[in-house]
């Protein structure tokens, strides 16, 4: 089974910026399949919010974090990242990442995802 690992999330004033990074276990290449950030706010629903598709590097944004965020990925480390700059309160979220290995085009609705990883805290302070 593919698993997902999240990290860098963490604590960070309005203004700054974080690199969230999501790596895959169990010898999965995410080399060729798409993998979108999605997060997801206290009682709502998982919003999409970039999407790479890792054959080409070509990548997706939702219009609410264009210009802030940035998804790139490092094949030698089998790993995906999304920067996340000019934070704001309203980021605060659990961020996820996600792919499907039957997936080769990008949408940013969650449905179109089978292997999540278990999720990294973003918090913004005022």
């Known amino acids: 089974q593919v698993q997902l690992v999240e990290s860098g999330g963490g604590l960070v004033q309005a203004g700054g910026s974080l690199r969230l990074s999501c790596a895959a276990a169990?010898?999965?290449?995410?080399?060729?399949?798409?993998v979108a950030w999605f997060r997801q706010f206290p009682g709502k629903e998982r919003e999409g919010v970039s999407c790479?598709?890792?054959?080409?590097?070509?990548?997706y944004y939702a219009d609410s974090v264009k210009g802030r965020f940035t998804g790139s990925r490092d094949s030698a480390k089998n790993t995906v990242y999304l920067q996340v700059d000019g934070l704001i309160p309203e980021d605060t979220a659990v961020y996820y990442c996600?792919?499907?290995?039957?997936?080769?085009?990008?949408?940013?609705?969650?449905?179109?995802?089978?292997?999540w990883g278990q999720g990294t805290q973003v918090t913004v302070s005022s």
């Open positions: 996600a792919t499907d290995p039957r997936r080769r085009y990008c949408t940013l609705n969650p449905q179109g995802y089978e292997i």
């Open positions: 169990s010898g999965f290449s995410l080399d060729y399949y798409t």
């Open positions: 790479i598709v890792t054959s080409d590097d070509s990548t």
